[in-house]
């Protein structure tokens, strides 16, 4: 089983052809955590903080491609060329993606290229992640019969759940995991199990909606939730942007959290948190029309 191996640790190095190096100092002025300044009529890295965190943004910008940053899963063979201007997504364009997309939850009976897969992980694998290095992970969960047997592990979870909180035993526990925590359970998470349980009894899969995909996005104690989060939403557009339906299922993950062998089997690392599952699949039921929507303070109806 793979066992967590965190860099963090380590420090990056920042290695500066000084034939090359014009001073120009944009190095020092990107640097996120200043590590960088320069000394004696050359680029120097010190020790300051919690040192270089090796997010290569001074080799990104060094316009002599004169600076190797290596280290913390880093190296200068990462650099790769930015897309011309021209084919880079403009506003319209993302505001367009954006809009055309919603959650879907009907799948045509059709698998997704594993390719398109790789390259929807490819995309999100881009997507901010908190500190280098990257510590969030993805497993590829490909095909329909392997998704509906992890919604079945999933279901076999909360079945266990909802003999375990029942009323009685919830309003008992009421004192101790306070208000909140108890309308939580009682009002959403177990009726939702509930659900979960009276459909799949039915021959109907309310977690993964029978997808013919799912990836899970994990992260290690060296991470954060957001950080997972944050990589699912990037992958929902990647596989909008590729004719893709998708749809977010947070309803998984607690059940995942609290099963390590089935973990162990997915291939997550022991000790990472399994944060968001995304299902994918060609839409069986397309959308003939988007719809406004707003945050929560902002209350005016119509379009904007
Ligand atoms: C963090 C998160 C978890 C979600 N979990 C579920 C889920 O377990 N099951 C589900 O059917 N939809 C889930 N969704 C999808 C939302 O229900 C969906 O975004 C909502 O229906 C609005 O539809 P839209 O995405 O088309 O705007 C989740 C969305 C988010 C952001």
Not at 9 to 15: A, C, E, L, N
Not at 47 to 59: D, E, L, P
Not at 204 to 229: C, K, N, Q, W
């Amino acid at each position: 089983m793979a066992v967590i191996h965190s860099t963090y640790r380590d420090t990056g190095t920042v290695s500066v052809d000084g034939e090359r190096c014009t001073l120009c100092e944009a190095c020092v002025k990107t640097c996120p955590v200043g590590v960088l300044r320069i000394e004696d009529g050359a680029v120097r890295q010190r020790n300051v903080g919690f040192g270089c965190v090796a997010c290569g943004h001074c080799m990104m910008v060094c316009p002599e491609t004169c600076i190797a940053v290596s280290g913390r899963n880093l190296s200068a063979a990462d650099l790769q060329p930015l897309p011309p201007p021209e084919a880079r997504a403009d506003a319209a364009s993302l505001k367009a993606l954006l809009a055309a997309r919603r959650s879907v939850r009907r799948f045509r009976e059709r698998p997704v290229e594993p390719e398109l897969l790789a390259e929807v992980v490819a995309v999100a694998s881009s997507a901010p992640m908190g500190v280098p290095p990257w510590d969030v992970g993805v497993v590829t969960v490909d095909g329909a019969d392997a998704v509906r047997k992890l919604a079945g592990e999933v279901v076999a979870g909360y079945r266990g759940m909802v003999k375990i909180f029942r009323p009685g035993i919830l309003k008992v526990m009421r004192p101790f995991i306070g208000r909140a925590r108890y309308e939580q359970f009682s009002s959403f998470i177990v009726p939702l199990a509930h659900k979960y349980l009276e459909s799949w009894d039915e021959g109907r899969d309310t977690v993964f909606y029978g997808a013919p995909a799912a990836l899970i996005f994990h992260y290690s104690p060296y991470a954060g939730e957001a950080d997972a989060v944050i990589a699912c939403t990037y992958a929902m557009l990647a596989a909008e942007s590729h004719g893709l339906g998708s749809c977010m299922v947070g309803g998984a993950p607690p059940i995942l959290q609290r099963n390590r062998d089935l973990c162990a089997g997915l291939g997550i690392p022991e000790g990472n948190t399994p944060a968001l599952v995304l299902i994918l699949g060609y839409s069986a039921v397309p959308f003939k029309r988007g719809i406004v929507r707003r945050f929560s303070h902002q209350q005016e109806a119509g379009p904007r």
